[in-house]
């Protein structure tokens, strides 16, 4: 139930997060590279609707207050660290802001060590 309130209520307004329906299937959040290549599958089933957020924010994807939000220039690759053209690449990371606590915890340094193309 967690699981489906964030489908349908959160996705819609995360950047560059995508569903895949498939039938049958157990969800789980398949991280992917700029060449489409799978880096990591993490299931769903047994998180918490906060726990699925609190990791994507970990994971650097830029979060919407509203589905038809523009998403600001420099979250256009998040949750990618750079541009896979950019030449001077930057390594920016999307700040809290004033409403979301400042959460830097050893999940996000382990989502970070194991997914250092994020």
Sequence with gaps: ???KAFV????PLY????????PGADPELVLINHYYEELDRIPL?????AEINDML???GFYKKAEP???VPEEFRFAPAKDS????????????????????????????????PDL
């Design 84 to 115: 896979p053209w950019n030449t001077n690449p930057k390594h920016t990371r999307r700040q809290p802001s004033e409403e979301e606590p400042q959460q830097q915890d050893a999940t996000e340094h382990q989502l970070e060590a194991q997914h």
């Design 57 to 59: 924010r970990a994971l």
């Design 15 to 22: 950047h560059n997060l995508v569903m895949k329906h498939i």
């Design 8 to 11: 349908t209520q959160d996705i």
């Design 45 to 49: 089933s047994d998180m918490t609707r």
């Design 1 to 3: 139930l967690q699981v």
């Design 68 to 70: 038809e939000d523009m």
